[in-house]
Nanobody, 126 residues
């Protein structure tokens, strides 16, 4: 019943920008915390950032703070990850996810997220 469809990944040069989209069905993005994670080859899945439902407050990993921004379009029930000033170390598969429950909190742990998108590849060249 819950589905997340991601898009927007691709190849970009260092210093460039990409915007990832996550269209959600079965959950309302203005009521659930929505998270973004990434996983590089050989590494564990890493928290990137998240936005709460009510209030739309965001938290970001230190590695992306000031470069990445989460936004949403409630009418489209879609969340976005705007990625600017991209670095080669940002290369990874990026996933959006729905946090379990509707509490006004942000978890950085993968096990607190129940539903995941299929992932979209972001590759940043030197």
């Amino acid at each position: 019943q819950v589905q997340l469809v991601e898009s927007g990944g691709g190849l970009v040069q260092a210093g460039g920008s990409l915007r990832l989209s996550c269209a959600v069905s079965g959950r309302t993005v203005s009521r659930n915390t929505m998270g973004w994670f990434r996983q590089a080859p050989g590494k564990e899945r890493e928290f990137v950032g998240a936005m709460t439902g009510s209030g739309g407050r965001s938290t970001y990993a230190n590695s992306v703070k000031g470069r990445f921004t989460i936004s949403r379009d409630n009418a489209k029930n879609t969340v976005y990850l705007q990625m600017n000033s991209l670095k080669p170390e940002d290369t990874a598969v990026y996933y959006c996810a729905v946090q379990r429950g509707t509490k006004l909190t942000i978890s950085t742990a993968t096990y607190d997220y129940d539903y995941w998108g299929q992932g979209t590849q972001v590759t940043v060249s030197s």
